[in-house]
């Protein structure tokens, strides 16, 4: 999978280079053995965020793309919509930049494995939560359900920050990542696109992977 996704990445034709950054000898060698580029991580990490920022932390870069390991159908036009919000940061005012799209299906908005997100009124993130956010005390108020997407576009110094900062309260309850960087001040573009991320977490959405391809 994780094989399909660096491949992925590289056919995009999006960034300078691409590579996978990992703790795994068995991920390590597959990648290698496919000619593709890998980074062995040298500590444990709590987070996918530590682990590249170790990783970047000597490269020369000034914007990193995180795709994560179980997005192995990536979409070029939000991958792009990204990389537009730096284009379009004069001010410098985001910190990372991510991806949302609309779930409208009650299952999948309680679902807890679908991490949902409210923002305000230009696109930056107030919270993320397992829980549905906001709660519907009041029916038909025009609430638009938004779940996160876990592909995401740093800025350098953002995740050098956030490499040195520690786990909170919030972040270490609903084992959310982005929640530290709120926790801290960072501010985070939340980016709607119409297509639903195939992430792969459960053994069901591997099948549905399987039969996608």
Known sequence: MILRTYEAAKKSNL???????????????????NQGKVIKSIKEHESGSDRI???????????????????PFINT???EKLIEV??????????????????TDEAEINNSNNVKVVVDQNGFALYF????????????????YMQHIG?????????????KLPMKSLEAS??????????????IKMIE??????????PEDLEKARSLL
Do not use: H, W
């Open 193 to 202: 696109t119409a297509e639903k991320s195939i992430g792969i977490d459960t």
């Open 129 to 144: 939560s397992r829980s549905v956010i906001p709660y519907p005390r009041e029916k038909n108020v025009g609430v638009r």
């Open 53 to 71: 920022a170790e990783a970047v932390e000597n490269l020369d870069v000034d914007i990193v793309v995180n795709v994560q390991g179980d997005e």
């Open 151 to 163: 592909i995401y576009a740093f800025r350098k110094q953002a995740l050098l920050d956030f490499y």
């Open 77 to 79: 036009v939000a991958l």
């Open 86 to 103: 730096y284009k379009n940061d004069l001010e410098n005012k985001v910190d990372l930049a991510s991806l949302m799209c609309e779930i």
């Open 174 to 187: 609903e084992k959310l990542e982005q929640l530290r960087y709120l926790e801290f001040g960072k501010r």
């Open 15 to 33: 960034f300078d280079d691409v590579f996978v950054v990992t703790d795994s000898d068995l991920i390590f060698d597959e990648i290698v053995s």
